[in-house]
């Protein structure tokens, strides 16, 4: 499905680093992800999954372990969804990491841990290398 | 201040988003996250002390007044001057199950807690139900749903679980005490709760 296409494509253009520094973010946020496990998959959860939850993984584990019995859109969707959703959560672990050196330059002194330092490189966006702004709107930090 | 968003401009604001991956920044998604986020910025400058623990306190000791709803005291807790919002989570019958068609609302939220200007911040998840039922089951249901909705929140979306607490209380805090069964009672709320203080990562 054309789901899937998509979704894989944004995942390679996320493994290639920001090399083209877009200002298109390679994720999606967790709420899109979210709906469109519901578009998918709503009815499969519904009937192979009753009383489970979205935490912990359990949808996601009962609808792999379903897989022989999953209507064909949620056959071809659920896992494509499942890793936007890991993207964008990567994507939201590695800012700090990709904006080290940016945040040494242009936050100094900066208290960290409190949203503070996505705030300043923000601020300084004009500024900050094309990796560390990549990073940031695939974190979706950009989109206030 | 206060700023309570209906849930139906969120729900509106989900079923009208394209789900075109090609495009994920669309405007529709963009103005729901901006209610959060506006919502739920903190609005006072001193946050009462307020946990999920005390408050799931107040809700036992409610239990006490065995009248109809209409001549219980209100619960009394200091939640009025915390910067709020009210979200509309459909959950199966008698279940903690979220259901599918909330799936969107609660990765909004998600997103809203991930946004750079409320990642200082730590929330309360407040479950509530209707007077169907006894108060003791409801009491446990919405203990079970509020963490049902953290649980989500703190894992598949990643919001810091030291971020997160989450209380049920029951029916003892009815929205609209006059019509008890009123669906506004069966809500969750989420609240501000104050800066987290520096979390080491």
Known sequence: MKLRGLAFAALMALGAAGAAGSAQAQTMSYAQAAGLLAQHCGEDIMKLCRGQNLGNGAIYNCLSQNVGRLSPACAANHEGIRQMTEARAAAQREVHKVCDRDRAQYCPGMVPGDGNIVSCLLEASKVVSQACTSALINAGYNQQ | ?201
């Open chain 2, 1 to 201: 201040m206060k700023f309570q968003m209906r849930s139906a401009l969120l729900l509106s604001a989900a079923l009208l988003a394209p789900v075109l991956l090609a495009a994920p920044a669309s405007a529709q998604v963009a103005t729901s996250n901006a209610q959060i986020v506006q919502g739920l910025q903190a609005s006072v400058a001193d946050v009462p002390n307020v946990s999920a623990e005390a408050l799931r306190g107040l809700a036992v000791a409610h239990m006490k007044y065995t009248g109809p709803p209409e001549s219980r005291p209100p619960l009394a807790i200091q939640l009025d001057q915390l910067a709020q919002i009210n979200v509309e989570i459909e959950f199966d019958l008698n279940s903690a199950m979220i259901k599918p068609s909330s799936y969107r609302t609660l990765g909004s939220v998600a997103d809203a807690m991930h946004n750079p200007i409320l990642l200082g911040y730590k929330f309360l998840v407040v479950g509530n139900t209707d007077t169907t039922g006894t108060r003791e089951i409801n009491l446990k249901l919405s203990q079970e749903r509020a963490d049902a909705v953290m649980q989500a929140l703190a894992t598949t979306f990643r919001v810091d679980p030291r971020r997160l607490q989450a209380v049920g209380l029951g029916e003892e805090n009815l929205q609209d005490v006059k019509n008890p069964h009123a669906a506004i009672n069966r809500r969750v709320q989420i609240f501000n709760l104050g800066s987290t203080g520096v979390l080491t990562p």
